[in-house]
C-alpha cells in the first residue's frame, strides 16, 4: 500500500473514534420491524416514521434505535425522546 494512502487510513480510523465530528443533519432509510417495513426520516432536527405510534405519539422505537446508534452525531433536537427525560444516552 502506498505510504499516503496508510496515513489516510489511520486517520480513517481516528475519525471513526471521534464520533463527535459528525453531526448528520439529514437522513432518510427503510427500518426493516418485526412486523413491517418503514421509513424514517430526519430533517432539520424533526424525525419522521411511517409507523402507525409514531402518528400517535411522535416517537417510536425505530427512532429510539437510530438514536442509540447514532448518539452524539445527532442534531441536539433529535436527541430528545420520550422514552428518557434526558434524551437518548450517547453510544
Given at each position: ?15 471513526a473514534?471521534?464520533?463527535?465530528r ?15 417495513t ?7 432536527g ?10 400517535s ?6 427512532l429510539?434505535t ?18 428518557s427525560?434526558h434524551?437518548?444516552p450517547s453510544?
Amino acid at each position: 500500500m502506498h505510504s499516503s494512502l496508510i496515513g489516510k487510513v489511520e486517520k480513517a480510523n481516528r475519525y471513526a473514534r471521534e464520533l463527535d465530528r459528525i453531526t448528520i443533519d439529514r437522513l432518510s432509510l427503510t427500518f426493516r420491524g418485526d412486523n413491517d417495513t418503514h421509513h424514517v426520516s430526519l430533517d432539520a432536527g424533526q424525525w419522521h416514521c411511517t409507523c402507525h405510534y409514531f402518528e400517535s405519539w411522535s416517537s417510536c422505537v425505530h427512532l429510539l434505535t437510530l438514536q442509540k446508534i447514532m448518539g452524539a452525531m445527532l442534531p441536539e433536537d433529535a436527541q430528545v425522546s420520550i422514552f428518557s427525560a434526558h434524551g437518548v444516552p450517547s453510544a
